[in-house]
């Protein structure tokens, strides 16, 4: 066995695509545990420590707003074939990324609640 070290690119990407997957899982998991809910704001962050102050502080790498009826527009039976990145990016999303994964921090979609029942 050998093991091969990745490279700096390769890292981005495999972080790209996994921060995109778990959003993308945690939307899905938001529709189906809350049938009344028609919109799911979701925004992924990271926590950087501050260089000038020695603070560790949120930086956002995207938020996406969901509306239901876009959810139910991707075809679940041949998930295989979504990207998750392509996936969120089809969506009302918020991100500043290169095609190589890095992020640059961004300011996320507002929290929307609606106390009232439907």
Not at 46 to 53: G, W
Request: net charge neutral.
């Amino acid at each position: 066995m050998s093991v091969n070290e990745l490279s700096d690119t390769a890292l981005r990407k495999l972080y790209m695509a996994h921060v995109h997957g778990m959003g993308f899982r945690l939307i899905g998991e938001g529709f189906a545990c809350a049938p009344s809910v028609e919109t799911v704001v979701l925004s992924g962050f990271t926590q950087m420590t501050n260089a000038a102050t020695g603070r560790v502080e949120d930086k956002y790498l995207y938020s996406v707003k969901v509306k239901r009826e876009a959810w139910r527009a991707i075809q679940f039976g041949n998930l295989g074939q979504v990207d998750p990145v392509e996936a969120l990016a089809a969506l009302e999303l918020r991100r500043d990324m290169t095609k190589t994964g890095i992020f640059r921090a961004i300011e996320p979609w507002p929290a929307e609640f609606d106390p009232s029942p439907a």
